[in-house]
C-alpha cells in the first residue's frame, strides 16, 4: 500500500504541474484565445507563430520546465521520501508530467503535443538521449524549417539513441528507461499525426529563414 499510495502521489502531482497551459496563459495575457489562432494548438510552436518569437521561447522555457522540475522534485525527492526507488520515481514523474501537459484538466484534457515537456522530463531520466534527440531537432530544423518534422525525427531518436548509449556502454537495452522512451515517442508521433498528413500533402507550415 505505501508503494502504490507513493506512486499515485508523485503521477498526480506531476500531471498537475505539467497540466498548466502556459501557450494559454500567455495567449490570455495578450488577449486571445491562441486555441482561436494558427494550427489551434497550445505549444511554443504556435505561440511563436501567433505572438511572436519573444513569446514563443518564453513558452517553450516554461513547457520544458514543467517537465524536468516535476522529475527532479517530486519524481527523485519525494518519490524516495515516499519509499520509491529513484528510477521509478523519476519515471512516473516524467509520465504524470507529459500526460498533464497533453491532456491538462483544466483545458478539457485538449493540450499540446509535447515535445518541449518530454525533453524537459527526460533529461533527468536520460540525458544522452535527449542530446542525441535536440542534436536530430536542430539539423532537421535547419535543413527543413519544419518544426513538426523535426519534432518527429527527434522523438524517433530517443529510444533510439538509448539503445546506442546502452550498447556503447554494455549496459542493459532493454529498461524501464527504454520503455518510457518508447511510449513518449509514441505519443508525440500519435500528436502529431495531422502535421505528418499537412507533411504528406505539402500543406504543412514551413517557417521561414528570417525571423
Not at 118 to 134: N, Q, R
Not at 166 to 178: D, G, I, K, M, N
Request: aromatic share 10%; glycine share 12%; net charge positive.
Amino acid at each position: 500500500m505505501g508503494l502504490l499510495f507513493g506512486s499515485v502521489c508523485v503521477l498526480v502531482l506531476s500531471y498537475l504541474v505539467g497540466s498548466i497551459p502556459w501557450g494559454y496563459a500567455i495567449g490570455r495575457f495578450k488577449g486571445l484565445d491562441i486555441r482561436s489562432h494558427g494550427s489551434g494548438n497550445i505549444g511554443a510552436t504556435n505561440v511563436r507563430r501567433v505572438l511572436g518569437r519573444d513569446w514563443g521561447l518564453l513558452c517553450l522555457v516554461l513547457d520544458f520546465l514543467k517537465g524536468l522540475l516535476p522529475v527532479l522534485l517530486i519524481g527523485a525527492q519525494l518519490g524516495v521520501a515516499l519509499s520509491l526507488a529513484p528510477e521509478v520515481g523519476r519515471i512516473l514523474a516524467a509520465a504524470g508530467a507529459v500526460a498533464g501537459h497533453v491532456w491538462p484538466i483544466w483545458l478539457g484534457f485538449k493540450g499540446g503535443k509535447g515535445v518541449a515537456t518530454t525533453i524537459g522530463a527526460l533529461l533527468a531520466v536520460s540525458w544522452v538521449a535527449v542530446l542525441i534527440g535536440v542534436g536530430t531537432w536542430l539539423v532537421v530544423y535547419y535543413s527543413t524549417r519544419y518544426v513538426s518534422l523535426a519534432s518527429l525525427c527527434a522523438a524517433v531518436m530517443l529510444p533510439v539513441g538509448h539503445v546506442i548509449v546502452a550498447l556503447a556502454r554494455h549496459e542493459a537495452v532493454f529498461s524501464s528507461s527504454l520503455a518510457l522512451l518508447l511510449l513518449l515517442a509514441a505519443l508525440i508521433v500519435f500528436r502529431h499525426r495531422s502535421n505528418i498528413q499537412r507533411l504528406r500533402d505539402g500543406t504543412e507550415y514551413r517557417f521561414g529563414k528570417a525571423s
